[in-house]
């Protein structure tokens, strides 16, 4: 059965209404939701997501993984960071990932990742895969330190359905790896994507400052960073973070 994709002018966040949808209907893989405004557009760890109405791209894309053990839930996060770096390529350079969801342009967050998976017998069943990207919005008013949008980067206004469409596609071509149990290319373009790749920056941890580069991501999700002497440290989900230096 082909995708659905479906619009919704507005919903409360479109990871419920495609949860709601599929909970209700027999919806192909890979359908999506989309929508010009989210009244309680959600972030990591309950943070919320500003989005003014019709400016920027709001999505949620459905997945039914058939080869995937629940220990491997990171490659979901991995295929979403890379179809979305895989479509801004197609408008700028410098875009990258930055550990372990958010997308940046130079120093500046463009886009945000959202996943929530079904899990049964040790396996993932279902995924709601919930991105956001900035395209049109001019002025951001909420706390996030550092946002910046594509138009505010080209200086052109942004076609919402032409990159709705761009990044369906990539992440269609990505989850095909995925069905042919390619984990290894796709943790691979992962960490050759990652912001900060090169060179020595200052994180913090639960003990203070310290500078380090990145070593590796491990296909757990985990952090591994790298001292100046040599040492290694590895980080879970908000256990680090960026100093700006």
Not at 27 to 42: A, E, I
Not at 123 to 141: A, P, T
């Amino acid at each position: 059965m082909d995708h659905k994709i479906i619009h919704i002018p507005q919903t409360e966040s479109t990871n419920l209404s495609l949860q709601l949808l599929a909970n209700t209907e027999n919806l192909p893989n890979q359908s999506m939701v989309w929508t010009d405004f989210q009244t309680k557009g959600r972030g990591q760890a309950g943070s919320s997501w500003e989005s003014e109405p019709g400016m920027n791209l709001l999505c949620s894309i459905l997945l039914y993984p058939t080869l995937l053990p629940a220990n491997r839930s990171f490659t979901i996060l991995e295929i979403a960071a890379l179809c979305v770096k895989h479509t801004l390529d197609r408008y700028v350079s410098d875009i990258s990932i930055k550990w372990p969801n958010d997308i940046y342009y130079q120093q500046q967050k463009i886009s945000g990742i959202l996943i929530e998976n079904d899990i049964a017998a040790g396996r993932i069943i279902r995924s709601i895969i919930g991105i956001g990207i900035n395209l049109n919005q001019q002025e951001f008013k909420s706390e996030t330190p550092n946002p910046i949008s594509l138009a505010m980067i080209t200086g052109q206004t942004c076609d919402r359905k032409v990159i709705l469409n761009q990044l369906h596609k990539e992440f269609m071509a990505l989850t095909d790896e995925l069905e042919t149990g390619k984990f290894d290319i796709l943790h691979q373009q992962y960490n050759a994507s990652l912001y900060h790749r090169n060179g020595f920056y200052s994180y913090r941890d639960a003990a203070g400052i310290f500078e380090a580069r990145i070593h590796s991501v491990e296909p757990s999700g985990h952090l591994n960073l790298e001292r100046r002497d040599g040492t290694l440290s590895q980080y879970g989900f908000k256990e680090v973070q960026n100093v700006k230096n």
